[in-house]
């Protein structure tokens, strides 16, 4: 399930309040930090924790959900791909079809053509970078080993770890773990993790999923995709397909993404002249005009709520 739209569903039907609860039971961390989410929106309210648990926590909590999830909860994936295939995505059946094909055809060649960054031969590039950014923070963790396997992990905000690793005689075949549950969900050492690899000396880059490694993204591409054209294609005989009956709609088409808003806060004007709020300059009651014919003239017109910023211009150079 997308935690995105979960979280907007909650915004329309109980109000933006619960946004946050929402979220603080879909991102814990922990068993301790999930159960004391749940707990508080039971106690605050009731019908909010119905309708999240009968969702399902296992299809959208991290610390409920059964696989590993890379990361994500949202579809965002999905939505970059729409956002990929915009000029496309709007044409019939056939060319669209034909375009998504053509734009495979580039990407899968344009993947080919990728060099690993320097300093790397293993991963590739996007994990590499990943695993850099975590090593530099790793580098001020405190390690504590309780064996071989089990480490106790303290980071420099004083947050404490318990990691998991397999035995060096096992590490192609099994998979560590940490209490973090990020070990878990990428297939590839946390931070956490890797401040313990680095405590063994061992090589960081055995500890990661397959699917990381540069070979396989090769081997995932290497297979260039042939160049068809659809020029001169024949219906076939009692075939019936045809492109969808499309009624245009009013308005300007809606290409991208709208976001919903559920706000119903109201902007409030202040007058130049008075910084008083419900009315603005064209209308202040306390405008300083010294003739008192254009006085009278501006009041009745202020009464009636027609006066104008031009008219009130005249009568003061004219005055």
């Given at each position: 399930?997308?935690?995105?739209?979960?979280?907007?569903?909650?915004?329309?039907?109980?109000?933006?309040?619960?946004?946050?609860?929402?979220?603080?039971?879909?991102?814990?961390?922990?068993?301790?930090?999930?159960?004391?989410?749940?707990?508080?929106?039971?106690?605050?309210?009731?019908?909010?924790?119905?309708?999240?648990?009968?969702?399902?926590?296992?299809?959208?909590?991290?610390?409920?959900?059964?696989?590993?999830?890379?990361?994500?909860?949202?579809?965002?994936?999905?939505?970059?791909?729409?956002?990929?295939?915009?000029?496309?995505?709007?044409?019939?059946?056939?060319?669209?079809?034909?375009?998504?094909?053509?734009?495979?055809?580039?990407?899968?060649?344009?993947?080919?053509?990728?060099?690993?960054?320097?300093?790397?031969?293993?991963?590739?590039?996007?994990?590499?970078?990943?695993?850099?950014?975590?090593?530099?923070?790793?580098?001020?963790?405190?390690v504590l080993p309780s064996s071989d396997t089990?480490?106790?992990?303290?980071?420099?905000?004083?947050?404490?770890?318990?990691?998991?690793?397999?035995?060096?005689?096992?590490?192609?075949?099994?998979?560590?773990?940490?209490?973090?549950?990020?070990?878990?969900?990428?297939?590839?050492?946390?931070?956490?993790?890797?401040?313990?690899?680095?405590?063994?000396?061992?090589?960081?880059?055995?500890?990661?999923?397959?699917?990381?490694?540069?070979?396989?993204?090769?081997?995932?591409?290497?297979?260039?995709?042939?160049?068809?054209?659809?020029?001169?294609?024949?219906?076939?005989?009692?075939?019936?397909?045809?492109?969808?009956?499309?009624?245009?709609?009013?308005?300007?088409?809606?290409?991208?993404?709208?976001?919903?808003?559920?706000?119903?806060?109201?902007?409030?004007?202040?007058?130049?002249?008075?910084?008083?709020?419900?009315?603005?300059?064209?209308?202040?009651?306390?405008?300083?005009?010294?003739?008192?014919?254009?006085?009278?003239?501006?009041?009745?017109?202020?009464?009636?709520?027609?006066?104008?910023?031009?008219?009130?211009?005249?009568?003061?150079?004219?005055?």
């Amino acid at each position: 399930m997308c935690c995105q739209h979960i979280a907007e569903n909650i915004h329309k039907k109980f109000g933006v309040q619960y946004k946050a609860p929402f979220w603080q039971i879909a991102r814990a961390g922990s068993e301790q930090a999930f159960d004391t989410a749940v707990q508080a929106l039971q106690r605050d309210a009731l019908q909010v924790e119905e309708y999240i648990s009968s969702i399902g926590y296992e299809n959208f909590a991290f610390i409920r959900f059964p696989r590993p999830r890379f990361g994500h909860d949202t579809s965002n994936i999905v939505e970059s791909t729409n956002s990929a295939w915009r000029d496309i995505r709007e044409l019939p059946p056939l060319q669209l079809l034909n375009g998504i094909y053509q734009w495979c055809l580039t990407t899968w060649y344009q993947r080919l053509q990728l060099r690993l960054v320097p300093g790397n031969s293993i991963l590739s590039n996007a994990a590499y970078r990943g695993y850099k950014h975590r090593e530099s923070a790793a580098r001020g963790f405190q390690v504590l080993p309780s064996s071989d396997t089990t480490f106790l992990v303290t980071t420099t905000q004083a947050a404490q770890y318990i990691v998991s690793l397999p035995p060096i005689t096992e590490v192609d075949r099994l998979q560590g773990s940490c209490s973090c549950r990020k070990y878990d969900d990428f297939s590839a050492p946390c931070s956490h993790a890797i401040a313990c690899i680095l405590y063994l000396s061992r090589d960081p880059f055995q500890h990661f999923s397959r699917r990381y490694k540069w070979d396989i993204s090769l081997r995932t591409y290497k297979d260039p995709i042939q160049p068809v054209l659809i020029q001169g294609l024949q219906v076939l005989a009692g075939d019936s397909i045809r492109p969808p009956v499309k009624k245009a709609k009013r308005g300007r088409p809606k290409i991208a993404r709208v976001r919903a808003n559920y706000s119903t806060k109201k902007c409030i004007y202040k007058c130049s002249v008075c910084l008083q709020s419900g009315h603005n300059r064209r209308i202040c009651p306390n405008q300083p005009i010294e003739h008192g014919r254009a006085q009278r003239a501006r009041d009745r017109l202020v009464a009636e709520g027609k006066y104008s910023l031009f008219l009130y211009i005249c009568h003061f150079y004219l005055q």
